[in-house]
């Protein structure tokens, strides 16, 4: 079945679809509101959950590692681990809730045909707001450990990291949301490995670690080392963006793109029948 509007039948598909999309935005805030809202009904801190349950996690790291180190104090690793959490947490709800993104807006999808586009949205665009959220808190323990010596201009990066975030995540839950609505079976396929990316990634293991010789090729292989040190830079280190991590990082949004838009080309509309 071919996409057809009405409204719009004259114009190539990509200028169909774009203008589909943009008619059906407010649709696409209204469901990030609902998300948020549905994750904290009910609780007595809301949104602060957000800052809080990163935090803690990070502090109870900190405790057990940084005493077996000898290195760090525990608010400074507290910061890294905190840091480390707070990103891959992008990465995490992009696997997730990217695979859920269409099976669970198929009540939407079934009645109207709604570009998919606006539920993969949905999901970068709730993670992004609950990013910021942890961010000041990050931001408010860096300045209070640090006495506020790493904050500076750098910081100005940390909205070119949300663009480059959104660009690195989207892809990913147009990925998910299309093999995922296919085969149920990836939710556990997904989970070994976002666990396993987790351990050899310098989210709470020290960012030296993986300049070994014999680890040094994860800094390729793996997405989110490039993706931590863009975060990590301005906000740990008060230092601007390494070439190599912008190169890096590109490479791979290019990579997913393409993945993204082969999956999306090939399942087109027939995703609806797996839903």
Same mark, same amino acid.
């Given at each position: 079945m071919s996409y057809v509007n009405v409204q719009y039948r004259r114009l190539p598909f990509a200028l169909r679809y774009a203008a589909d999309f943009l008619s059906y935005r407010h649709l696409c805030w209204n469901l990030v509101g609902s998300a948020l809202r549905a994750r904290f009904r009910r609780t007595r801190l809301g949104i602060l959950w957000a800052t809080l349950q990163p935090l803690a996690f990070s502090l109870m790291?900190?405790?057990?590692?940084?005493?077996?180190?000898?290195?760090?104090?525990?608010w400074e690793f507290a910061i890294y681990v905190f840091t480390g959490v707070v990103a891959f947490e992008l990465f995490s709800t992009s696997i997730h809730a990217g695979q859920d993104a269409l099976t669970s807006a198929s009540g939407f999808i079934?009645?109207? @045909?709604? $570009?998919? &586009?606006?539920? !993969?949205?949905?999901?970068?665009?709730?993670?992004?707001? =609950? /990013? +910021?959220?942890?961010?000041?808190?990050?931001?408010?323990?860096?300045?209070?450990?640090?006495?506020?010596?790493?904050?500076?201009?750098?910081?100005?990066?940390?909205?070119?990291?949300?663009?480059?975030a959104g660009l690195f995540m989207l892809p990913i839950v147009i990925i998910m949301s299309i093999v995922g609505a296919q085969y149920r079976d990836v939710q556990y396929i997904s989970m070994l490995a976002e666990r396993a990316l987790f351990l050899v990634s310098p989210v709470m293991?020290?960012?030296?670690?993986?300049?070994?010789?014999?680890?040094?090729?994860?800094?390729?292989?793996?997405?989110?080392v490039p993706f931590?040190?863009?975060? @990590?830079? $301005?906000? &740990?280190?008060? !230092?601007?963006?390494?070439?190599?991590?912008?190169?890096? =990082? /590109? +490479?791979?949004?290019?990579?997913?793109?393409?993945?993204?838009?082969?999956?999306?080309?090939?399942?087109?509309?027939?995703?609806?029948?797996a839903l």
């Open positions: 790291i900190a405790t057990v590692w940084a005493g077996l180190r000898h290195r760090e104090s525990v079934r009645q109207a @045909r709604i $570009p998919f &586009l606006i539920f !993969q949205l949905r999901v970068v665009l709730t993670a992004l707001v =609950m /990013f +910021v959220c942890a961010l000041v808190g990050v931001l408010l323990l860096t300045a209070i450990v640090t006495n506020g010596a790493n904050l500076g201009p750098a910081l100005q990066l940390i909205p070119v990291f949300m663009g480059v293991l020290p960012r030296d670690v993986l300049e070994q010789p014999h680890l040094q090729i994860l800094e390729v292989l793996n997405p989110l931590l040190d863009l975060f @990590r830079d $301005p906000v &740990l280190k008060g !230092q601007f963006w390494e070439a190599q991590d912008v190169i890096t =990082m /590109f +490479v791979w949004i290019a990579g997913l793109w393409a993945l993204a838009i082969v999956s999306s080309v090939s399942s087109g509309r027939r995703i609806v029948f």
